[in-house]
């Protein structure tokens, strides 16, 4: 008992309100509906080493690595370089030869391997259920050892069937022999989840199932993370993968030596080195298009004018403004047109919506804002809010400027002093690009 007082301390609120009883999912709920707040547990390795019985050399051969509560990191390497000995260090099922890790400051050394296995979730590929037991009493192996009630059990095992996308009501009650591979992963993701800990490890959950399930399952990984901010290690082979669910990835060569770890903006813009380059492979400036949102883009801001404006105003306006192109916008502040003022006919500025407007959304990748440019005949697009809103214009010129400007900070950064990247310190491009769109959209109007 004084051993779980003391594990408490380290514990998250929704895990001390086992105690008591409380809904976990009041606190989820709760959390949602604002900023969702880190619920997970740093975690540190200090020097560790694994050396197995009989090898010559090290699995792991001295780690050091800090991983920040409510992080995802993604660990990835090639075969045999020590992924899975570093995960299972941290559940103790397997002792570390030397070296310590720390959960939220507490050496798990000092914790009783149980209680340390019922504070972290662990998913492993293939699910690895126990095949005696149906869909349901897998998930709530960790809650039954925590000793929650029935109702409240199987309230969470329906509600982690349906967040992995399996219909309660068809699956809870089957055996693992009676799902396909892909549905036995999700149930032991539900597994690894449904004690709400502090600290989830993952190794490969998702090798075994095809890429649209695989994708799905990421997606639903991320927003499950977005909620939750649990502290997450990820074990994969996919890179791509890594730079899509990891905040940081950690590069591992033989030996658990650590080749770079940081951001994945960062790993692409700036690599460590030739492993890391040839671990990445090509077309890493492709891949970091999908990394950025147009949020993360200085965008301009076109003049605008109202469906029903007098004409000769507007032109009057641009050419005081020296702005040449104006979005024009509906009744409801969403754009229609995205026009060169001194083209438009008539007497009032007319409800036209031309099949030629792209709009993107603010939260948009940039893949998606260039995708949508390289089908308008305009170098630029016109972005939106969440209720299709007038946002601004990005165009080709602020989109290249914000991913040289990462390149050059990455970089800066690596080769700097300051060598602790920070997740939040991509660069954004400076605002002097106002003219280069309206020089495009200039252009598209010619064509
Ligand atoms: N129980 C064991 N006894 C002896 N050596 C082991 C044991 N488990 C792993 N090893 C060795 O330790 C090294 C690291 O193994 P580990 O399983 O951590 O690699 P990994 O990075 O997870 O590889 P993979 O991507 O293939 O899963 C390998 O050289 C492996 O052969
Ligand atoms: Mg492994």
């Known amino acids: 008992m004084p051993d779980n007082t003391t594990e408490a301390q380290g514990a998250t609120p929704v895990e001390r309100a086992d105690d008591v009883n409380t809904d976990v999912n009041t606190d989820v709920d709760a959390t949602s509906s604002q900023r969702s707040e880190v619920t997970g547990a740093e975690i540190v390795f200090d020097n560790v080493v694994k050396k197995y019985p009989g090898q010559a050399k090290a699995a792991v051969g001295g780690m050091s690595l800090r991983i920040p509560a409510g992080e995802t990191v993604m660990f990835v390497g090639p075969s045999g370089c020590g992924k899975t000995t570093s995960l299972k260090m941290i559940n103790r099922l397997i002792d570390p030869t030397s070296g310590t890790i720390t959960i939220d400051g507490k050496p798990i050394s000092e914790s009783k391997a149980d209680d340390l296995r019922r504070r972290i979730g662990y998913v492993i590929q293939g699910g690895s259920l126990f095949p005696h037991m149906t869909v349901a009493d897998n998930i709530a192996v960790v809650p039954g050892l925590l000793g929650w009630d ?138 970091s298009l999908a990394l950025s949102r147009l949020d993360d883009v200085e965008i301009a801001d076109a003049p605008t004018v109202r469906v029903g404006d007098s004409i ?102 690596r080769h700097g002093a300051d060598a602790e990247a920070t997740p939040d310190s991509v660069a954004v491009a400076n605002t002097s690009s106002h003219t280069d769109f309206r020089e495009q959209a200039e252009e598209g109007e010619e064509q």
Do not use: W
């Open 150 to 287: 029935k109702a409240k059990t199987t309230e969470r095992v329906d509600e982690l069937l349906d967040m992995v996308g399996l219909d309660p009501e068809r699956y809870r009650d089957r055996f693992p022999r009676e799902l396909s591979g892909g549905q036995q992963q999700r149930v032991g993701v539900a597994r690894g989840l449904a004690a709400d800990p502090p600290v989830i490890l993952m190794d490969e959950p998702f090798g075994a199932v095809d890429p649209i399930t695989r994708t799905r399952l990421q997606d639903e990984m991320l927003s499950i993370q977005r909620q939750l901010r649990k502290t997450i290690i990820c074990v994969t082979h996919d890179i791509d993968e890594a730079l899509k669910l990891g905040d940081r990835i950690l590069i591992l060569s033989e030996g658990g030596k650590i080749e770079q770890y940081d951001t994945p903006e960062n790993i692409l813009a700036a690599p460590a080195n030739e492993f890391v380059e040839d671990f990445v492979g090509a077309g890493s400036a492709l891949k």
């Open 312 to 413: 000769v105003d507007v032109q009057r306006n641009a050419t005081a403004s020296g702005a040449r192109n104006v979005v024009v916008l509906d009744e409801r502040g969403r754009p229609v047109d995205f026009v060169t003022a001194a083209k438009l006919r008539g007497e009032r500025v007319e409800n036209r919506r031309r099949e030629a407007l792209q709009t993107v959304d603010h939260r948009a990748t940039l893949n998606d804002a260039l995708d949508a440019m390289l089908n308008s005949s305009h170098g630029a697009v016109v972005v939106t809010g969440g209720r299709g809103e007038y946002r601004g214009v990005a165009s080709f010129q602020q989109i290249m400027t914000h991913i040289q400007d990462t390149h050059e900070a990455a970089e800066s950064r």
